[in-house]
């Protein structure tokens, strides 16, 4: 789907940091009323995450991991950057890095706007089945050392997205839309 500002109009735009994974842009902007001002906002990669699903579509994989911001292991669906890459060849390379496994399909679920207003990256959600064990070995970077695995039952991921024990948004999104597909 094509996007476009509808009433804003960009007069400049100055970086304000460019990191190896974030970039914070400050742009002169017409806003929709007419009047000018500032818009900040990040640039980053869009993201995914992958529902895989075993061949009944009973249960689904799901990674446990460290996350600095957080604090916390949060429980949650294989995914991350896309690093430029089109958002299935990314689903296909994450679903890989973190599980050890391959998909013989990936199909789109949905896309969402990550953070509107504060950045233009989308969330790629995807369903994948036909799930073999890779031949390659798993990589996976340094945040990802304390990664676990493991398979659960589709209706107690969601419970668990209900509950309050999944709490990211893809993750929870993707879960239902799951669900949904396979009624």
């Given at each position: 789907m094509a996007r476009h500002t509808v009433g804003w109009k960009r007069l400049d735009s100055e970086r304000l940091h460019l990191g190896p994974?974030?970039?914070l842009r400050r742009d002169?902007?017409?806003?929709?009323?007419?009047?000018?001002?500032v818009y900040e906002h990040v640039v980053v990669h869009d993201m995914v995450r992958i529902v895989a699903l075993d061949s009944r579509?009973?249960?689904?994989?799901?990674?446990?991991?460290?996350?600095?911001?957080q604090g916390c292991r949060?429980?949650?669906l294989p995914g991350g950057g896309t690093d430029g890459e089109a958002p299935e060849a990314a689903a296909?390379?994450?679903l890989t890095e973190e599980t050890g496994f391959v998909a013989d399909r990936i199909a789109p679920l949905?896309?969402?706007?990550?953070l509107p207003g504060v950045t233009a990256a989308?969330?790629?959600?995807?369903?994948?089945?036909?799930?073999?064990?890779?031949r390659d070995t798993v990589r996976?970077?340094?945040?990802e050392a304390g990664l676990t695995v493991a398979w659960w039952p589709l209706e107690e991921a969601v419970a668990a997205a209900s509950t309050g024990r999944i709490t990211d948004a893809g993750s929870v999104s993707g879960l239902l839309l799951a669900v949904k597909e396979r009624r």
């Open positions: 994974v974030v970039s002169r902007v017409v806003r929709p009323d007419g009047s000018t001002g579509r009973r249960h689904v994989l799901l990674v446990e991991d460290d996350f600095y911001l949060m429980l949650h296909q390379r994450e949905a896309t969402l706007d990550l989308r969330l790629h959600l995807f369903a994948a089945t036909g799930l073999t064990p890779s996976r970077d340094a945040t």
